[in-house]
């Protein structure tokens, strides 16, 4: 694939509104994680919940789309001038010509969670009030994305579980391969709910503590929510590119449900292509930003992938014990760190390992590292194992 310019990009998560936020933190090895008094959830668990997203006002002729998911991307937009940056774009390559491609796993599903709560006790009606379409529905948030930035070209919403937003930069790069559009809008948004919490506890993925990967005793994961968003666009002459997108690889385990292939083999096979999409080889990627959830078998499994590909001499760590594991939102979260990683010679140190995995045989880093960057790799491997991995590098 050609390489497309990323000239914009912003992140708001637990640790902070917009980039300089995101970047103390990483630089200060500082986690977002607390102990979890979200709503009502009763479980022993630390979260990644971004303050203060009920005080944020939608605007005025958007307000049909009020809830905690839309909401947190409203305010993701205002950081770091994305909105503007967006805005700059449109006038260059026109309104229709800007495509909006954005993951989430289960949008605005706490206002019907909401609703449920207040149904009608005779006939078990939910409120009148009550609006799916501009609330739940998962295309909402990238209907309101489009809407907010006044856009009028494709919108999609990817929901292909925790890796919906790494699939966004893939399609939109699809588009812009195809000459249907020529920049658009990628990202992902993913804002917390009972669902979700009660979800993975149920299945004893949920770690008691802030989560772990890869330590010897990891015990599940951490939830989080976050909206990331990069403007990804063509070259033109006129922008100033920041990063480039040079490569994007998928890959379908059909394995299991919820566990991924043992092997790594899907994992393994969507790395590969990232690579060969870019035209480079394992030995050219000087970072790899791991999916590493904190899960026994994810992080076996992604292991095995990266050590088979890559060797075990390949720096790499996991960001989710700092953000904690933002599911549809994590794989444009985690591509704005490869970003930021790239911009200050970053090597992000995973955080929480008290003591290594014997097993898991790679070079993952617990402090950070400085050092010269010019390619790194984001994994994000979703249910059902639905993988993509995205290939960044430096903009000359």
Known sequence: MTALQITHFTATSCLGRGLEATL???????????????????????????????????????????????????LGLEQDGFDSAVRDSAARWGRQRLGVFLGTSTSGILETEIAYRARDPGSGALPAGFDYEHRHNSFSVSDYVRRALELEGPAVSLCSACSSSAKAFAAAQRMIGAGLIDAAVVGGVDSLCLTTLYGFHSLQLMARTACRPFDLRRDGLSIGEAAAFALLERASGQEDAKVLLLGAGESSDAHHM???????????????????????????????????????????????????????????????????????????????????ALHHDLLPGGLNLTERDPQLKLNYLTENRRGTLNTVLSNSFGFGGVNCALLFGRAA
């Open 24 to 74: 103390a933190a990483l630089e200060a090895s500082r986690s977002g994680l607390k102990p979890c008094h979200f709503e009502t959830v009763a479980i022993e668990t630390q979260i990644g919940e971004v303050a203060g997203l009920d005080a944020v006002q939608l605007p005025a002729p958007l307000r049909d789309f009020e809830c905690r998911n839309n909401r947190l991307a409203q």
């Open 258 to 340: 919820s566990s991924p292939h043992p092997d790594g083999a899907g994992a393994r096979a969507a790395m590969r292509r990232a690579l060969d999409a870019a035209g480079l080889e394992p030995r050219d990627v000087d970072y790899i930003n791991l999916h590493g959830t904190g899960t026994p078998s994810n992080d076996s499994a992604e292991s095995v992938a990266v050590s088979a590909l890559f060797g075990t001499e390949a720096p790499c760590s996991s960001t989710k014990a700092a953000t904690g594991h933002t599911l549809g939102a994590a794989g444009a979260l985690e591509a704005v760190i490869c970003a930021l």
